[in-house]
């Protein structure tokens, strides 16, 4: 049932945010070193593993998933926010807070970075979640499945 609910949400969220779609970047910082990486990442057209080139490039790529993801119209960028959850490398929470704090970020990028600061510092993420739950229904319901301590917000999803 969770799950179900959970989709629902992101589909909304993605019909919501088409006109900021339409005017997406592909930002592939790191130059050729990255280059096939960048071009998977962007070439995916099946959103439950959009994210799978970034996790798989692993560590060495957060670097340039952080200069990409501060650029707002990035496309994607949901999903290499959330790649950086899953890589879990502590250098990468500055960039997450500045998202996460920002007034100016859409709401649903700044759960995204909530959402990976708890995959990688629960209780950091916890105590951002206290912090920020009250900004947007979306936050809040983050918020109270980080209270909880919620798998699906630590495991891959099914169809990864």
Request: hydrophobic content about 35%; proline content about 4%; glycine content about 6%.
């Amino acid at each position: 049932m969770k799950k179900i609910i959970i989709t629902t949400i992101v589909i909304l969220l993605v019909f919501s945010a088409q006109a900021v779609f339409a005017k997406e970047k592909e930002y592939r910082p790191g130059g050729q070193t990255y280059a096939s990486v960048w071009s998977r990442f962007y070439a995916g057209d099946h959103e439950p593993e959009l994210d799978d080139p970034l996790i798989e490039a692993g560590i060495k790529m957060t670097p340039v998933i952080c200069e990409a993801i501060k650029n707002k119209d990035m496309k994607y960028r949901r999903y290499a926010i959330g790649a950086l959850g899953y890589i879990g490398d502590k250098r990468v929470l500055p960039t997450l807070e500045n998202i996460l704090k920002s007034k100016e970020e859409i709401y649903y990028f700044r759960g995204d970075a909530l959402h990976a600061i708890y995959q990688i510092d629960k209780s950091l993420g916890k105590k951002y979640a206290a912090e920020f739950g009250g900004d947007h229904e979306y936050l809040k319901m983050l918020q109270k499945s980080i209270d909880k301590d919620e798998k699906w917000l630590t495991e891959p999803t099914e169809e990864k």
